[in-house]
């Protein structure tokens, strides 16, 4: 069988049961998930079998240790993977919910009505716990997934998502409704992305290559997880002690993520008080600071901050520190250099704080909170399966209700059209 | 200038304003939309010597006599149009909507609040009024948009453009809100299609050749328009009278459009009593039957209805006639034929209305209701940009808030990541 075809019988595959599992009760899903948990927990060791196929081809390939590290499946790390899949089987159902219903002159009730999107393609790379973790959600929220892993973790997944598969099946899911593209040929990714008759929406879960190859080539719409180059103002009115806290922890407490703050923003009216103390806290905790002019008449061992450096997403201990003049500046800014991610201020004064949360254009826009929190979890979703760029009707963290899309219910006695 | 480098400009200019337009108030925006009205009826001769050219054009390029009627502005569409915008000015805004907003055990709130998507791509055929109508939607969600239309409409979509981009600015909308792409070049669309990092989405409004293109070509997510493929069920729990008249409106009111009928699907312990009579009634009304071979065992005239008359959408007086043995066989029917847009139900019977209603997949379903009644207006969205059968966040008939996407707003009080 060619590579298009074999592509294609997955995707007619996969929206064929689609269709049943729209209509798949609760029940049958928490079921699912629960058997999917214990099937990879009893399968332990011949997962970590597998997965030590792919690392010692990973290895002879030379990836990176960080790379194979990612890779790596530990006991550890398939007890978590199905713990993961018990949470979501904890959560509610977001299919069913009624989101509003109003009646018309005629005396007709429309209502809309939350339902499956259908049928995700996932484009994920590395990471093998990604196979399990989006097949929960999309199940949970009724949708059949296409699943795409990267060709190094090929043995992996594909002993993951079998696993799945059958505990699905045995659960009484429609056979399926989790589909894995097992052949490590890349010609299969362009061939997924071909299949808009079949594929509802693609979810790329990986860096910037895959996400731009992924965009420039789908025929259907793409929800990306882009970089995130995000900033914190703190402004003249803020509390310092909450500042430093807050731009502490935006910096330092995992600075890899795309929550992480790249560069602060200070009021030139608290720079000379704020910014010799705050320097010196982030040298401690190893963050080389990148200054514009006035940071380093403040603090002169502060190097230069270029051009380049104000949009670059360093994931890495450098901070980028300006002094704006306000808050338009500090806005103005942001708006010419941030990627439109998770965006904050610290402040004290209620007009400065509402202005910018309705004025910044970003997916999670903060006051007084740090940038870190920009999260599926941390926001109470229950779940995340990436945290949306795009520009469409899901953006920011997204949970098992972004996972869904609605249909009108129409409920009359006769009504016809005049 | 190059094609491309025109379109970007064009793109690049139209993002521009989409960020000031974020926080344009609502005030300006009616203003502005009052104001465009106003100056269309004011140019309305102008208006018209334009128009006259584009029909000069397309009567030599052997337009047909319907394609020449769509594309003609006559004094009282011209009125039409400008009363449509100040329609539009009298609607609610959904821009700055509080969806939800929920107390996180930290203590920080966090919402989920309506903003404008962003910059919208809308390419179109023939209808000049589409300019003015798809520019009202877009502005007053606080949308830049792009806007594209059929070279045989371009002096008259040139003129309309500039018009609402004049009113625009003087009331205080950013220039470059309404951008129009006046290069009648067909490259043009192509290099649109590219603009993915300008243009949020794109809406293709016209027949099955364009959204075609547009889907297989865009970069950036597509809501399509697609064709309506509708059934109407009638139970053997049907109010007789009421199916008649639903099915009678649901096929004949306006038959060329998406959500008119196209297949009568009737439970056979009701079709010798119900057939005879409806099809005669059909029959008076000018509509071709094609039926299924009980169909014809009851009306022995029926013509035969082929295979692919079930797939068909015929959008003119013609009707496919089946029975069915219930309520399965009939959403099996509908589940393999139809085109998840608009399906109806006519029952007496609590359980099946409810089975139908939520097991039936389209973007409306509809319980004792004509599916012609699927429409924005009808549904009372006040407006409708159009009816997306793409599986996306929006479906079905889209307003002003299906316009709009949603940020995160995070209120705290120091509150960080541990």
């Known amino acids: 069988m060619d590579i298009k075809q074999y592509v294609t019988e997955k995707g007619k595959q996969a929206k064929a049961a689609a269709r049943g599992l729209a209509n798949v009760s609760t029940e049958i899903k928490n079921n699912a998930l629960v058997k999917m948990a214990a099937g990879l927990e009893k ?34 790390r398939i007890t978590a993977m199905a713990d993961g899949l018990r949470e979501v089987a904890a ?42 973790d989006s097949a929960a959600l999309c199940l949970k929220s009724g949708n059949a997934v296409l699943l795409r892993g990267g060709s190094e973790a090929v ?17 009484g899911v429609p056979e399926g409704a989790v589909t894995f593209i097992e052949n490590p040929d890349r010609a299969c990714v362009m061939e997924m992305l071909k299949l808009s008759q079949y594929v509802d929406i693609v979810i790329p879960r990986g860096g910037e290559g895959l996400i731009r190859m992924v965009t420039e080539n789908a025929t259907m719409p793409v929800i990306k997880h882009d ?25 330092v407490q995992r600075p890899g993520t795309c929550n ?16 010799p103390d705050m320097i010196a806290a982030f040298r401690k905790a190893g963050v ?5 002019p006035t940071t380093r008449a403040i603090v002169s061992s502060v190097k230069e901050a270029t051009g380049a450096d104000w949009d670059t997403e360093y994931d890495d201990l450098i901070l980028n520190v300006k002094v704006v003049k306000d808050i338009d500046d500090a806005m103005e800014h942001i708006a010419a250099h941030g990627s439109q991610h998770s965006e904050a201020i610290v402040t004290k004064d209620y007009g400065k704080a509402m202005r910018f949360q309705r004025e910044v254009d970003a997916a999670a826009v903060f006051v007084n909170v740090s940038t870190r929190l920009s999260d599926g979890y941390e926001f109470g979703l229950g779940a995340e399966i990436g945290i949306s760029t795009t520009r469409i009707h899901a953006r920011g963290p997204m949970g098992l209700e972004e996972l869904t899309s609605t249909k009108f219910i129409v409920l009359g006695n006769g009504q016809i059209r005049t």
Chains 1, 2 share one sequence.
């Open 91 to 132: 959560l509610p159902d977001p299919v069913g919910e009624v989101l509003k219903m109003w009646r018309r002159p005629n005396g007709m009730e429309v209502g809309k009505v939350r339902v499956p999107i259908g049928l995700i393609g996932i484009i994920y790379e590395s990471r093998p716990n990604v196979t399990a």
């Open 43 to 76: 399968a332990a060791s011949q997962l970590i079998a597998e997965n030590k196929k792919d690392l010692k081809a990973g290895a002879e390939q030379g990836l990176s240790n960080a790379m194979l590290d990612r890779l790596e499946l530990t006991p550890e």
């Open 288 to 292: 080389e600071i990148r200054g514009c």
């Open 260 to 275: 992480a703050m790249e560069t602060m923003l200070v009021h030139k009216g608290l720079a000379p008080t704020f910014l």
């Open 227 to 251: 970089k995130g180059l995000c900033h914190t103002y703190v402004d003249n009115d803020a509390d310092l002690t909450m500042a430093k806290e807050i731009c502490m922890n935006a910096k």
């Open 155 to 171: 043995h992996s997944n594909t002993a993951i998502a079998d696993i799945l598969s059958k505990a699905g099946a045995e659960a």
